[in-house]
Each structure stands twice: as C-alpha cells, then as structure tokens.
C-alpha cells in the first residue's frame, strides 16, 4: 500500500491549495479517509474526515474552508484549502483506515506573507 500525497507548498494568507493523495495496492473506495496536519511543536490533529459512506466531519478550524473529497475513478482523496491562515501551517498527511490504518510521507503547508 503507498500514498502518496502532492499539492503543498507556500502560500500567502488567504491565498488557496488542494492536497492530493493518491493510493496505490487498496481498494480504495472502502476505507475512511482522513487529512491530519502537525504543526511544529504540536501534536497532529484532526483536519477533515470522509466515510466509506460519505459522511464528513471537520475540525472547527477547518470548517467553512476545508473541503475533503475524493475521486474514485483516480483512487485520489483531496484537501481543498480555501481562506489559509498563518495557523494553518503544518505538514499535512493523509490517512486510510479500515482493519489496518496507512499515512501519507506528509506535505508542508506555509502560509505567510
């Protein structure tokens, strides 16, 4: 199984970024996926959440914002960032669950002026 995530980068403030992550070796369609972000010095936390059923869930400071999505035919699960914050810089990884969980390297994040 790998995943692989793209799409991170430097951006200013309100400025905007989609985070790919495409799988490779699952049937991708069947898990829950989920993007979590680490900032330096925190603890990784929770961004956004997707169901094998559809149901999604954000963190508070993602919502409004964040969108979380996926496109099946592409085995790619997507992180649409809209309104970035200087507090939205992490490195941001992906992750599939099912009976076993999977993460993605990380990709950073840099919102500054």
């Known amino acids: 199984v790998q995943l692989v995530e793209s799409g991170g980068g430097s951006v200013q403030p309100g400025g905007s970024l989609r985070l790919s992550c495409t799988a490779s070796?699952?049937?991708?369609?069947?898990?829950?996926m989920a993007w979590y972000r680490q900032a330096p010095g925190k603890q990784r936390e929770l961004v956004a959440s997707?169901?094998?059923?559809?149901?999604?869930n954000y963190a508070d400071s993602a919502k409004g914002r964040f969108t979380i999505s996926t496109d099946n035919d592409k085995n790619t699960l997507y992180l649409q960032m809209n309104n970035l914050k200087a507090e939205d810089t992490a490195v941001y990884y992906c992750?599939?669950?099912?009976?076993?969980?999977?993460w993605g390297q990380g990709t950073q994040v840099i919102v500054s002026s």
């Open positions: 992750n599939l669950q099912r009976t076993f969980t999977y």
């Open positions: 070796g699952v049937i991708f369609n069947i898990y829950d």
């Open positions: 997707l169901t094998s059923s559809g149901l999604t």
